[in-house]
């Protein structure tokens, strides 16, 4: 079982950034893909971005493409999640996920945080 703790969330101004961390629980963490979905209200959970066990691959939804960046810290058990030029159409509830193989299908992934509130006023 993988815990998964997300925090860093907020409101910031259109244009701004923000940086999210996710904090895991699992001492075998440098074995898990990490992934950030998102999810705004009415609508699907959404595939942001997400790194492989060794940072050796990352991938990127079209939206947030160039502005979002992706990275992990094997020693400290985190991955995080640098929103640049952030957008109104950036809110949403931000969750991280963990499973061994990297993949951008919600389906793909066991574990998942409980989830943290990004809001981006104009």
């Known amino acids: 079982q993988v815990l998964l703790v997300e925090s860093g969330g907020g409101t910031v101004q259109v244009g701004g950034s923000l940086r999210l961390s996710c904090a895991a629980s699992?001492?075998?963490?440098?074995?898990?893909?990490m992934s950030w979905f998102r999810q705004a209200p009415g609508k699907e959970r959404e595939f942001v971005a997400a790194?492989?066990?060794?940072?050796?691959?990352?991938y990127y939804g079209d939206s947030v493409k160039g502005r979002f960046a992706i990275s992990r810290d094997n020693a400290k058990n985190a991955v995080y999640l640098l929103m640049n030029s952030l957008k109104p159409e950036d809110t949403a509830v931000y969750y991280c996920?963990?499973?061994?193989?990297?993949?951008?299908?919600?389906?793909?992934?066991?574990?998942w945080g409980q989830g943290t509130q990004v809001t981006v006023s104009s």
């Open positions: 699992e001492r075998t963490f440098s074995s898990y893909a």
């Open positions: 790194a492989s066990w060794n940072s050796g691959s990352a």
């Open positions: 996920a963990a499973d061994l193989l990297i993949s951008k299908q919600v389906q793909r992934y066991r574990y």
